[in-house]
């Protein structure tokens, strides 16, 4: 995850520091304007503040130095750093006339610092988008629509996190009337810390499911974080919440605001839909034939989501069909690679609810081949993952695919057993848990003519399948 570019002025260095409560340690160029915020050293450059934050493998402090040698204008510090690092990078910044700021959390200080910003903008339309499964694609399709004839602002990809949000909080200008905000949790007490950012006037909650469960612990759990999005209501927003979510009255419990079902049956003026397979969907709305290039029946209720709410907001029909047949298909998303050998790859994320809706759409659609699913490990789902990798097992026992290769450590437990269940099913079970004896038994199998789904969470990699598979 890099920076925002974007070339205009966002604030002053007094303002960054009075956002983050920060204290200048280095004050050199005091009336320098930033145009980007940046957590990447590499994308550092003049006009910009580099924001250090902790990685998996490092702290983005043992960067501050190549930032600043990237001609970085200004740099946060959290103060627990500024004593090992003062020697080195005080005299850089006096030499490059950069300033620091020393603050207590960089992280903290990113999301003010977003949140502030935001602020500013007393007209803009903010709308935040959450859900287990879904709100990347919901999100590209508001998007879109608004997009039509409204200058609108939305996370690039899925910078959806407690970093990516504030991040695109500052593509955010006053030409925008709209802003779409993706927001993503994994940690109870995330969502109220993006809401608080954001402070959304419309929120969209598109399911819960069994995601992230080693650190939440049940749906319930993952579907009272969810709610948080309306943390910050105060009684004129509105929430879009799916009729047909068996947790529903969790979601609703809290609102202040008006809340709008929106489903098949919600949905006003919604008269059904042609699954095309492959070739993606037709939705018939209010006498409108809409195509949407988007495989798999799940999609319909996040068409649906958005639909409802782009009415809601004064958007006209013909509008909402240009805009949803704008929306192409997203990395590793139900993402079509045709060729000698078709893939669905769908290796974005996976949890037992999509996995399962994946390999249902894969058993109906229409093929003349053969047709394999490769499953990688659903992660976060803690002291569930062993129950929950057999019971995804145990789910695809008797479909009609003519193979079922599973992918990792995480599938051992529920194999075996399965197995010789699925001999009698004249289902074939392979099961690799290293990638080099999954692209042997890959290889193995597969042949031209196969369509293949590869689905499994982002962690997984399963994409590096592809030019194995390309190669047969």
């Known amino acids: ?151 609108t602002a939305a996370n690039v990809k899925n910078l959806n996190s407690e970093i990516g949000v504030p991040l695109t909080a500052f593509r955010v200008h006053g030409d925008h009337e709209y802003a779409v905000f993706e927001m993503g949790t994994n940690h109870p007490g995330e969502m109220a810390v993006l809401a608080g950012i954001v402070r959304p006037h419309y929120g969209i909650v598109t399911n819960i499911g069994k995601t992230h469960l080693e650190f939440f612990g049940s749906e319930e759990a993952v579907a009272r974080e969810k709610a948080d999005i309306f943390k910050y209501f105060t009684g004129s927003e509105t929430a879009f919440l799916n009729e047909e979510e068996p947790l529903l009255h969790l979601l609703k419990e809290n609102i202040r605001g008006q809340v709008i079902l929106y489903g098949t049956k919600a949905t006003a003026g919604f008269e059904g839909y042609e699954n095309h397979g492959l070739d993606g969907l037709i939705i018939h709305w209010e006498g409108l034939r809409i195509s949407l290039s988007l495989c798999g029946q799940y999609n319909i209720l996040n068409a649906l989501a958005a639909i409802s709410t782009a009415v809601h907001l004064g958007i006209s029909g013909e509008d909402i069909k240009d805009g949803l047949e704008r929306v192409g298909p997203l990395f590793g998303r139900s993402q079509v690679l045709h060729g000698g050998i078709t893939i669905l790859l769908d290796c974005y994320n996976s949890n037992p609810g999509s996995a399962r809706s994946a390999v249902e759409f894969l058993e109906k659609v229409e093929w003349k081949g053969r047709k394999i699913a490769v499953l990688g490990p659903m992660f976060e789902l803690g002291k ?21 290769i599973f992918f990792g450590e995480e599938f051992r437990h529920g194999f075996r057993p399965a197995k010789t269940e699925a001999a009698d099913k004249n289902n074939i079970f392979i099961k690799a848990e290293d990638f080099d004896e999954l692209k042997n038994a890959v290889k193995k199998y597969l042949k031209k003519g196969d369509l293949v789904l590869l689905k499994a969470s982002r962690g997984a990699e399963l994409e590096r399948l592809v030019p194995v598979i390309k190669e047969i």
């Open 1 to 151: 995850m890099g920076g925002v570019a974007v070339n205009r002025r966002l604030f002053s260095l007094d303002c960054v520091k009075e956002s983050v409560k920060g204290v200048f340690a280095v004050e050199e160029n005091s009336r320098c304007n930033i145009e980007a915020v940046t957590i990447d050293s590499r994308e550092a450059a003049e006009n910009s503040l580099f924001i250090p934050l902790p990685g998996l493998k490092t702290d983005g402090h043992n960067f501050v130095k190549s930032a600043l040698l990237n001609g970085v204008s200004a740099a946060l510090i959290e103060k627990k750093w500024f004593s090992k690092l003062e020697a080195d990078i005080v005299p850089l910044a006096e030499k490059k006339k950069a300033s620091l700021i020393l603050v207590d959390n960089a992280l903290t200080a990113l999301q003010n610092l977003g949140k502030n910003y935001l602020e500013r903008f007393n007209t803009l339309v903010k709308i935040g988008i959450t859900g287990s499964s879904g709100k990347t694609t919901t999100k590209e399709m508001l998007a879109s629509i608004l997009s039509v004839r409204h200058n």
């Open 384 to 404: 569930l993952s062993e129950s929950e990798h057999s019971e995804l097992i145990n789910f695809t026992l008797g479909k009609r695919l003519d193979a079922v």
